[in-house]
């Protein structure tokens, strides 16, 4: 059985590669504290880490960080995470053979969920790979959403799924945000798949 404990990354130093993502830093911040736990920031962001924290598994994994999809190979879908000097690309095909064991597993990235539908609702990429490695629920964004509304989405969600009900989080996340008069762009972004309870 997962814990109750979770692993949260954000902004993971990307040495000039990528763009820093500031408001993903603040977001990170947030969501650990609602767990109590401390999250891996900068430099701290790496695969190691992320691997020592999770451990055996834990409750929920949140990932603030850069992503990409490849529509032509999506076992080359990535999250990327802070190396030795430059940034490392942890791919699904690397998250088939190693998974991150998490019950609940939200992708707070720029383009992670994009996939193309196969056989029905069977997504490709990375949320595939989450799955596969034991996730029983995932959140993910569909597009790019901007910093604040991402925020706003992501600290209402985590401070009610906190009791295990993740299809009531969801919805009063998405609900608060549009209600914060962000458009449909930002609170239908958002898609929850799997299980709706812990």
Request: a negative charge.
């Amino acid at each position: 059985a997962m814990g109750g404990t979770a692993t949260v990354v954000g902004d993971p130093t990307y040495f000039g590669q990528l763009a820093q993502l500031p408001g993903a830093r603040v977001e990170a911040t947030t969501v650990a504290g609602f767990y109590g736990v401390t999250p891996l920031l900068g430099d701290a962001a790496t695969e190691a880490a992320l691997r020592q924290t999770i451990g055996t598994g834990v409750g929920v994994l949140h990932l603030a960080t850069h992503g990409s999809f490849d529509a032509d190979d999506p076992l080359n879908s990535e999250i990327v995470l802070a190396g030795q000097g430059e940034v490392v690309r942890l791919t699904a095909a690397r998250l088939f053979e190693a998974p991150l064991r998490a019950g609940l597993v939200v992708l707070s990235a720029c383009e992670t969920g994009v996939g193309r539908a196969v056989a029905g609702d069977d997504f490709l990429g990375l949320t595939r790979s989450f799955y596969l490695g034991g996730a029983r629920t995932v959140l993910n964004s569909l597009w790019p959403v901007e910093d604040k509304g991402t925020q706003a989405f992501m600290t209402r969600f985590h401070d009610l799924a906190r009791n295990g009900n993740y299809g009531a989080a969801w919805l009063s996340a998405r609900d608060e945000v549009k209600r914060q008069g962000y458009s449909p762009s930002v609170y239908g972004a958002f898609t929850l798949g799997g299980a709706a309870r812990r």
